[in-house]
């Protein structure tokens, strides 16, 4: 009779701990957790100072560049240094994006075909920069995972190319803390579904009041001693600009 009874307590909590767990992913809104992690450096606006560092397997150089960026559409990047490359820079607005190469007073519209291009030769493209794509848009996602891995509690979710996104992924699995939702790692797979590259996020840290990671490394899968790194140096986030700031003419400034 005992052992009926302790064999019935174990039966009613394993049954708890699976009720509390599928309640719990039931609350999980992965359209949030997308749109936290595309808007985790931009908020309503911001202005920034980002170090990015690469490193291939025969150079190496860092950029020093001043970014700014209103809402979900509108970007702007200028390189300040070194001196061969400063004044280069990217303006996105809607769906249209142009780079500006200052040595040749020319401004360059960018075509959809060419935003997953490297930008400066790093390993981050044309839209990771700006953000044109956005994951909760172009893609169809769910939650794949829920629970302790590698120590740390997370929540997976994974990211399918709708039909008509001009998208050149083939999935996107986007790992976050399960306790705010602050982005672990992006994993990309190319077109046949083969991993292409991961983008990890470290050193967390509260800038002007939020709390991000500081630095992303973009490894490509087929270098893996090669890598891009972007570190935040500066972020004030909800600045006032205006509309007009974004348009050609301060693109050439």
């Known amino acids: 009779m005992k052992l009926i009874k302790n064999l019935t307590i174990k039966i009613f909590i394993i049954f708890i701990i699976f ?16 749109d936290g992690v595309d808007d985790l450096y931009r908020s309503n606006s911001s202005h920034g100072i ?12 860092a950029l020093t560049l001043e970014q700014w960026s209103k809402g979900e559409d509108k970007s702007l990047l200028k390189i300040l240094k070194p001196k061969k490359e400063k ?3 990217t303006l996105r607005v809607n769906n249209n994006v142009w780079n500006y190469m200052p040595k040749v007073k020319r401004v360059v519209k960018i075509p959809s075909s060419m935003m997953s291009s490297s930008w400066m030769g790093s390993h981050f493209t044309n839209d990771d920069l700006v953000k044109q794509s956005r994951m909760t848009e172009d893609y169809t996602f769910s939650i794949t995972f829920e629970g302790m891995h590698d120590g740390k509690e997370i929540i997976e979710v994974t990211c399918l190319p709708n039909n008509e ?10 790992v976050v803390y399960a306790d705010n939702y602050i982005p672990l790692r992006m994993i990309y797979y190319d077109e046949d579904l083969l991993l292409s590259r991961t983008l990890e996020f470290t050193n967390i840290e509260k800038m002007d009041g939020k709390m991000i990671p500081t630095l992303m ?3 490509p899968v087929d270098e893996p001693d090669e890598s891009t790194t972007v570190k935040w140096e500066e972020i004030e ?12 003419r301060k693109l050439q400034q």
């Open 19 to 34: 009720f509390t767990n599928c309640v719990n992913a039931l609350n999980l809104d992965p359209k949030k957790i997308l």
């Open 50 to 61: 980002i170090t990015l560092s690469v490193k291939t397997v025969n150079w190496q150089r």
């Open 87 to 89: 004044g280069l820079a």
């Open 165 to 174: 996104a001009a998208v050149v992924w083939g999935k996107i699995e986007v």
């Open 217 to 219: 490394s973009m490894i």
């Open 237 to 248: 986030f909800n600045v006032s600009i205006d509309d007009e700031f974004f348009s050609l």
